[in-house]
């Protein structure tokens, strides 16, 4: 690309194929600028909800995966909330949708396992430790879930 200014007597159209560089390079900028705004948000919902600010905690991941339905923290963090107050089931749908966000991330599989074996969905916890399994995703945390649906 080539800049000229007024004093310049050829100017030469901008070459395309350079704006469209710069455009990529803005758009890559922008995605890397929300998803670190995004991550910095889910840091606050973390300590809101470790502060026991409950509802404000919920707020903050809300608008987060109202921004980024896929966003796979903020998904696991909303399940785990969910579970500290009261309602589990209402966690499922946010565990399965981190995990389907970041199927490689053990703590996601865990989580969804420990609250089916909460909710006594025993066969539902056994089919997702097998499916974490299948996708290459095994830790002891499972064996430990595995002695507790053998009892």
Known sequence: ???????????????????????????????????????????????????????????????????????????????LLKIDKGTALEALPYLENAIMADPSALTFWVSLSETLIELEQFEEATKIINLAREAGVDGDEFTILEKKLNH
């Open 1 to 79: 690309m080539e800049l000229y200014s007024s004093e310049t007597a050829n100017t030469a159209p901008l070459d395309m194929d350079s704006k469209s560089h710069a455009g990529a390079a803005v758009n890559a900028l922008n995605e890397a600028s929300i998803q670190n705004l995004l991550d910095n948000a889910v840091q606050q919902g973390i300590q809101g909800h470790s502060n026991g600010h409950l509802e404000i905690a919920e707020e903050v991941f809300e608008a987060i995966i109202q921004m980024k339905p896929s966003h796979a923290h903020a998904n696991h963090r909303m399940g």
